[in-house]
């Protein structure tokens, strides 16, 4: 059964049918050859059951607020600003790709998002200051990953929703371990513009009256983190309410700098209707195919499966990680995320990990599928804001990222306290 379903996944996928109709379709096949009941016939209820939860109104929410802030010209703006503060780093304007991409995460929530925004803004600093366009790119793609890791985070959102793991708990847990990621991406271009000094293109010119002055365009993603998150941690909002705040609170931000129009809100609806949409129907798939793979008993042959092999805790985690990475290189990564994580955390909390600090670890190598080839999805989405060369640019600049992404695994594993000292000190 296990080696069956796998077939009929690996071969809907390379027949390139989309994500959701591959996920629903399994659930069909599944059920017609292994249960003794018409499953599908709960078809009906699995959607209705899968759009009612109050959390996941946060997804578009958070969708549309980076919409706003990407329409509005802010982001750029914030870009701009990054470049006077970070260019005086080896690597100039990649630090700034870096640094725009963690404060744009802050408030955005989607990886695509933050990638294609600050994309939007960066690529064409490549010849006009001469930067190596193979690693310019790569912080672009990498630095987009971390819109999944800070908080707040559509993924861990969905992940919340998947285990019924606190929200509010691995929200905290990201804080630390993201910000460390976004150190070590920065370490990362420090590193190779010290041992390749010409990647690191024409040096910008600034002061510290530029800096000050730049200040104002930072703010916009300080003040809306602190509406966002700090509505959370006073106790005033849930996760969906501080998304609901967040959206108010940019659109205020925006009419006070004169940016907002009819135009601007109708482009930014859109293309929320849009991402909402995919979104919606991968998850509605899938949780179907759960429900289909619970009453088939595949999700009990997985867990005897693993655990009759006999290995210890950390031998399963690590073909865990193993077994991400290389699905990454092919699944696209919220479907693979919906698809197996009710699957494998029970395993994994079974064998006395925290469902928390498991949750970052999930999240890390979803950003690592983002950047792996041949389907990581922000490699598509910066070479799509590129318009032109190929992808393999992407990818080969993404590479000493990937590495960069597994170290980071590598130290959650061995220190975990660096994502869990801060859940364990706020809920003492």
């Given at each position: 059964m296990i080696a069956?379903?796998?077939l009929f996944l690996l071969g809907m996928l390379a027949m390139s049918i989309p994500i959701a109709a591959v996920l629903g379709m399994l659930g069909l096949i599944l059920d017609h050859l292994y249960s003794?009941?018409?499953?599908?016939?709960a078809?009906?209820?699995n959607a209705w059951v899968s759009n009612i939860n109050v959390i996941l109104v946060a997804v578009?929410?958070?969708?549309?607020?980076?919409e706003i802030l990407l329409r509005s010209g802010i982001a750029e703006n914030m870009y701009a600003a990054a470049t006077h503060w970070l260019s005086w780093l080896p690597g100039g304007l990649m630090h700034s790709n870096i640094g725009s991409c963690a404060m744009f995460a802050a408030v955005s929530g989607s990886s695509v998002a933050t990638a294609a925004t600050i994309g939007t803004v960066a690529i064409e600093q490549i010849e006009k200051r001469g930067y190596n366009a193979r690693f310019f790119l790569g912080t672009i793609a990498a630095g987009g990953?971390?819109?999944i890791l800070i908080p707040p985070s559509i993924n861990m959102i969905v992940y919340g929703v998947l285990t019924q793991t606190s929200i509010v708990q691995v929200y905290l847990a990201g804080f630390t371990p993201g910000f460390l990621l976004a150190s070590l991406f920065m370490l990362t271009v420090a590193i190779g513009c010290i041992l390749k000094p010409?990647?690191?293109?024409?040096k910008i010119e600034t002061n510290w009256r530029n800096r000050i002055d730049a200040l104002p365009d930072l703010l916009p993603p300080v003040l809306l983190f602190i509406v966002i998150i700090g509505s959370i941690y006073i106790g005033i909002a849930t996760p969906t309410e501080s998304a609901a705040l967040g959206v108010i609170a940019a659109l205020i931000l925006v009419a006070f700098r004169r940016r907002f129009s009819i135009s601007m809100l109708r482009e930014a609806l859109e293309g929320t209707m849009r991402s909402t949409g995919m979104i919606m129907a991968i998850l509605?798939?899938?949780?179907?195919?759960?429900?289909?793979l619970t009453g088939v008993g595949l999700t009990h042959k997985v867990n005897a499966l693993i655990t009759g092999l006999g290995w210890t805790p950390m031998q399963t985690l690590i073909a865990v990680i193993g077994f991400y990475v290389v699905l990454g290189m092919f699944m696209e990564t919220l479907s693979m995320m919906v698809a197996t994580v009710p699957i494998i955390t029970p395993v994994i909390v079974s064998l006395g990990f925290d469902p928390v600090w498991f949750g970052v670890?999930?999240?890390?190598?979803?950003?690592?599928?983002?950047?792996?080839p041949p389907v990581g999805i922000n490699l598509f989405v910066v070479q799509g804001v590129r318009g032109r060369g190929h992808i393999n640019d992407v990818m080969i600049g993404s590479a000493p990222f990937v590495l960069t992404l597994i170290v980071m695994i590598v130290l959650l594993v061995m220190f975990p306290g660096i994502a869990m000292w801060l859940p364990s000190t706020m809920f003492r």
């Open positions: 069956t379903t796998i003794f009941l018409p499953l599908w016939r078809l009906g209820e578009p929410l958070f969708i549309l607020l980076g990953t971390i819109g010409q990647w690191g293109g024409q509605m798939a899938a949780f179907f195919l759960n429900f289909v670890i999930i999240i890390l190598l979803i950003e690592t599928a983002m950047i792996t």
